[in-house]
């Protein structure tokens, strides 16, 4: 029996098919080309796209399906899917006007409480909708009329499954899911919006069979199981295959970010740290502005290759003290927003110039490990690498100095496989018990 993971980015969506064995059998890409990635239409057409390019001979052995969406794009909706708001993508602050109504009612230190979370989007749409129906009594109606919170995933799942949408707690966080306790906080279900809260399960649970019509129009097989799925960063640290405790993955791509996996939750807001559950573990993660982003704006991919090829790392450490950013401004490992980028002085050479570069990212990635540590969370004894760097070679060599653990590159990347997986195991790889979390009503 095959799993479907579905993978639905910024640019476009893709879809890998895993057999029993996690071996890919079927993958396919879809781009949006110039449509709107805000636009529910474009969606849904990616989604028929992708099942329509998975050959009907894979597709009647596919019996799990999973999806992952961008963390905190949501909407509101009702029973049937149907749109009743604005799609509000991930970093849409068009709702930070209600930040203060939920700095009220979450804890400090709750990711709910970012001017971009599910959370302040959904207050924003409540007062939005008291606003266009005047009345208290109509307002009263809105609320309790089967009205849905739905993240991407969710909704998209909604596609499939036909029942109302159902989420997972990796997407339900920045709703103030507690996830912890595996259950809503009061402070949350006294809300106005607590009539809106979806069901929570694990990702990776089944939620219900495929919708019968769906199954015959594309051939699945009837019994196809439709799952929660997960964020798109979550589904990508899940085809790393990281799963160990203290194991970790750095993104080396247009920014830094670690994940590292740890016995116990560490949060802190000041440096936009949090904590996903998986299964018996937690993933720490925090986000350099360095990255790919600042080498792009000096050199283009053939210059990068080219010149990290001439670096001699058999020559004494670079000597140079930079912080490349390409705007000032910090969040970790220093929590600074005006924190100014150090990118003098350049030396002659283009080469030493890299090598100044790359040693920095790898010295800033040190130091973002040890920030964790200084957290509560264990020190990073295995590192995956996953992003445009890990490409590198030199770049690797140098991160191996800088940092303890054994540092590798990630055989998979693409959130699509990771969601696959999700599908085909669920957090099984992340539990010591193998008993099932189930599921929370509100």
Known sequence: MYSLGLDFGTSGARAVVLNDTGQVVAQAAYLYAGQSCTAEKA??????????????????????????????????????????????MYNDARARAAQPEVAAIAPADNPACSATS??????????????????????????KNGVYIAHQADWLAQRLHGQAPVTDYHNALKLGYDVTALAYPDWLLSSPIAGWLPVVLEPGSAIAPIDPNIAE???????????????????????????????????????????????????????????????DLWLVGGASN?????????????????LSAQIDLSQPPCKLDYYPLNTPGERFPINDPDYAPRLTPRPKQDTDFLYGLLDAIA??????????????????????????????????????????????????????????????????????????????KP
């Open 43 to 88: 969606w849904v057409k990616a989604l028929w796209s992708l099942v329509e390019a998975i050959a009907p001979k894979t597709r009647v052995y596919i019996t799990r399906i999973a999806i992952n969406g961008t963390s905190a794009t949501m909407m509101l909706c009702d029973r049937g899917g149907n749109l009743l708001s604005d799609v509000l």
């Open 290 to 306: 360095t990255g790919g982003a600042v080498l792009k704006q000096f050199f283009d991919a053939d210059q990068l290759a080219a």
């Open 217 to 279: 129009y594309w051939g699945f097989p009837k019994d196809c199981q439709i799952c929660t799925g997960t964020t798109d960063s979550i589904a990508a640290f899940l085809a790393s295959g990281a799963h160990r405790l203290a194991e970790a993955v750095t993104s080396l791509g247009s920014t830094l970010v670690l994940k590292l996996l740890s016995p116990h939750p560490v949060s802190n807001q000041a440096f936009g740290i949090y904590s996903h559950r998986m299964g």
């Open 363 to 440: 010295r800033i990635e040190a130091e973002g490990y040890h920030k964790l540590k200084a957290l509560g969370a264990p020190a990073a004894k295995r590192i995956l690498t996953a992003g445009g760097g890990a490409k590198n070679p030199v770049w690797q060599t140098l991160r191996q100095r800088r940092l303890n653990g054994e540092v590798v590159a990630a055989i998979h990347t693409e959130a699509a496989y990771g969601t696959a997986l999700l599908a085909k195991d669920g957090l099984a790889a992340f539990k010591q018990s193998k008993g099932a979390i189930s599921s929370q």
């Open 118 to 143: 599910t959370l302040t989007k959904a207050l924003w749409l409540y007062r939005q909708l008291c606003l266009s129906e005047k009345t208290e009594k109509t307002e009263g109606a809105a609320v």
